[in-house]
Nanobody, 127 residues
């Protein structure tokens, strides 16, 4: 049974940093595409970044390029999202997601491609 559990959200001032975590279990991590999404009320869930655990290849949406970094700790079965230079526009509920397949779709981080989701963790950036 695949499980994803996020943690580490919180409140920070603009320009600050935050790291959110996603503890994973129940699947062969080296054959999965995992991603971070975010969502604000009334808006579509937006793909932020994805990585294929087998190869380490990563993708980022333009708005976070150079500020956010996705990484993994294989020993701890944990996925991380390091967020630097945070902006009020980054305020959202952040979700990790996983899909069991042989690759991520390059250039596309779309919610419909993912089968498993965590419960989310709130990130609030104040100006």
């Amino acid at each position: 049974q695949v499980q994803l559990v996020e943690s580490g959200g919180g409140s920070v001032q603009a320009g600050g940093s935050l790291r959110v975590s996603c503890a994973t279990s129940g699947f062969t991590r080296m054959r999965a595409c995992v991603a971070w999404f975010r969502q604000t009320p009334g808006k579509e869930r937006e793909g932020v970044t994805s990585t294929y655990l087998g190869s380490g290849s990563t993708y980022y949406t333009n708005s976070v390029m150079g500020r956010f970094t996705i990484s993994q700790d294989n020993a701890e079965n944990t996925l991380y999202l390091q967020m630097n230079s945070l902006e009020p526009e980054d305020t959202a509920m952040y979700y990790c997601a996983a899909a069991i397949r042989s690759h991520c779709y390059g250039g596309r981080i779309w919610k419909g491609d993912f089968d498993y989701w965590g419960q989310g963790t709130q990130v609030t950036v104040s100006s």
